[in-house]
Structure formats: structure tokens, C-alpha cells
């Protein structure tokens, strides 16, 4: 799901909050508990049973405040391709902090931070699920209220040279034409940090089976049923099956969208210095121009960002697809 919407349902609301009711509740029975035991101390002298009590009432309050807000997720990963495991951890905290001071920095809605804690807290088990099956091992947290794409390119691109688009972009509208299909609430979205993917032996395994697919490939869809999405503007999902180490595993996620594209590059850029995708093209498939679908690469000899467009149909080595 990477680069899945991860938002919080109904269901999980009511589930979420019966739980809490019951801990509630048997923390008050405790406390109960606890204060009959504190009249008894004055004639017993004896304060044990009371620190007993004592502690299981902290150790509840404690498993209470990780269910209203974890301070972190965590989750093994299994590499398919060499059976190494890697245990990926989140701070919540810390990665919410992050993604505020850059949206300040940058002049754009900042997260609010409940409501993204509510998405993690309602979500929790599911993103630990995707962690574990797929290996992302960042997080880019979406604020709602976005600007248009092509305000948002200008800012994600300051500083840099003039972005390169391609003809079939530009015959799209370019940024102002340009469609996306992805939410425009808050959210937050599971990617990998790898600066390249082609040509990169320590890419993650999944987004390797992506190379040199195209979106009828990546899909598993129809052109009649991608071009019935895309008039649409529906959504286009990333479901093939792969081949790794001779077994057969299905992969289900999604691509980026330009927006959610641009944004990321940049975080990444500002955090390490160098681009994404400095090596091979990436899909987006949240995004056409046109019956077009958007794709983008960092082009390191003339140091631009570009942007262009393809059929659904067209394919190579060089170019794969973010999850």
C-alpha cells in the first residue's frame, strides 16, 4: 500500500473506543481497589498488596495511552530476495514534528497533529501489516487543503534549474492539466526510501519486479478498462504478480501521484542531499496528462527535475514504479 491512503474507518472508531471504556473501567475498579487498601495499611501495617495494586494500575495506564496514541510502530521485514530480516521502526512523534517544520519551511498547510495521531492510532495494525510484507521503511504524511499542482511545483522545485516536461506532458495542460486521483484529506503514506530503484542491487525487492512493466503490466487491467478509468478519473492500482527467488508473490499497492511525488522528492532532497530517481524514471500513475499517464526522473547533467508523459503501453528497463 505503499503510497496506500491509510485512513481511519468508522468500524475502527467503535472498536477503539468500546476497548477504551472497558480499561477505563477496570482502572477505576483498581483505583477502588487501591484506596480499601490504603485504609487497611493503618491497621496492618502491611503495604504490599497495595504497591501490587499499585503497579498494575501504572501498567494499565500505560497499555491504555499506547492504545489512544502508540509512540511508535514497528514491524519485521523479511527480504524475499535474501531472507535477511530487518526490524523498521516509526516515531510517531518524531515523524510528525518532521513533516510539520518542513510544510512551515515551505509556506503550505501544516498537519494537524490529532488528526494525523488519529489516523496512526485507528490504523496501527495495518500499516505494522504493510511494513512487514512489503519493507517500507518511511512515512510521508499528506496534509489536507493542498494547493493546485502547479503552485505546488513551484514550490517543491525552488531553487532548482526550470523543469524539463516532455511534449505529451505539455499537449496534457502540463502542471495545470494534469489529473490526480488521490485523496485530498490528510493522510499518511508507506513508500521506500531508496534514492534509485534501476540499477540498484539494495533497491527493495517489490519495486525491482517494476522495472520495464508498463501500466497495463503493473495493473493487470485492460486497456479498455484503464482508458474507461481514466475517463473517469479513476483510480489505476499497482496488482501484479512477481516472481522472486522462484516463488510467486502477489503484490497489491499503489503508485505516487505527482503531487505526492513532488513533495517527497524534495523532503528527501533536503534531508539527504541528493535527488530521487537520479537514475531511471519512475511512474505515477495517480497522475495523467491526458489519457496519459505522468512519470518523472531527476536528470543530474543539466541538475532538473522532468516531467513527462506515456501510453499505458509503453515500457523500459530504465523505468519502474514507486509502491
Request: charged share 30%; glycine share 6%; hydrophobic share 30%.
Amino acid at each position: 500500500m505503499g503510497t496506500k491512503i491509510i485512513n481511519q474507518t468508522r468500524n475502527m472508531q467503535k472498536i477503539t473506543c468500546s476497548q477504551l471504556k472497558i480499561d477505563l473501567a477496570q482502572i477505576k475498579d483498581l483505583k477502588n481497589e487501591f484506596d480499601l487498601e490504603v485504609e487497611k495499611i493503618i491497621q496492618t501495617r502491611n503495604t504490599e498488596h497495595a504497591l501490587a495494586i499499585q503497579k498494575k494500575i501504572e501498567e494499565k495506564l500505560t497499555a491504555t495511552k499506547e492504545k489512544i496514541f502508540p509512540k511508535e510502530i514497528k514491524a519485521i521485514f523479511t527480504n524475499p530476495e535474501t531472507n535477511e530480516q530487518k526490524e523498521i521502526v516509526f516515531n510517531i512523534k518524531e515523524k510528525i514534528k518532521e513533516a510539520q517544520e518542513f510544510y512551515k519551511n515551505h509556506n503550505l498547510p501544516i498537519p494537524k497533529e490529532q488528526e494525523i495521531k488519529k489516523i496512526f492510532r485507528g490504523s496501527k495494525a495495518e500499516i505494522q501489516k504493510e511494513i512487514a510484507m512489503y519493507g517500507y521503511d518511511n512515512i510521508l504524511i499528506i496534509p489536507e487543503n493542498l494547493p493546485s499542482t502547479e503552485k505546488l511545483h513551484e514550490q517543491m522545485s525552488k531553487d532548482y534549474n526550470a523543469t524539463w516536461t516532455g511534449s505529451n506532458f505539455n499537449q496534457g495542460g502540463g502542471f495545470t492539466g494534469a489529473k490526480t486521483t488521490s485523496d485530498s484529506k490528510a493522510r499518511i503514506i508507506l513508500l521506500h526510501d531508496d534514492q534509485n530503484t534501476h540499477s540498484n542491487p539494495k533497491a527493495n525487492p517489490f519495486v525491482k519486479q517494476t522495472l520495464n512493466k508498463n501500466i497495463l503490466q503493473l495493473s493487470g487491467l485492460t486497456q479498455e478498462e484503464i482508458d474507461r478509468r481514466v475517463e473517469n478519473n479513476e483510480e489505476v492500482p499497482v496488482s501484479f504478480e512477481a516472481v522472486i527467488n522462484g516463488k510467486k508473490i502477489q503484490i497489491k499497492s499503489e503508485g505516487f501521484s505527482l503531487n505526492e511525488y513532488l513533495i517527497f522528492q524534495r523532503q528527501y532532497f533536503e534531508k539527504t542531499n541528493k535527488h530521487l530517481d537520479s537514475n531511471g524514471w519512475t511512474w505515477l500513475p495517480k497522475t495523467r496528462s491526458g489519457s496519459r499517464f505522468v512519470g518523472s526522473v531527476w536528470d543530474p547533467d543539466d541538475d532538473q527535475l522532468c516531467v513527462s508523459a506515456s501510453g499505458a503501453g509503453d515500457s523500459s528497463d530504465f523505468r519502474g514504479c514507486r509502491l
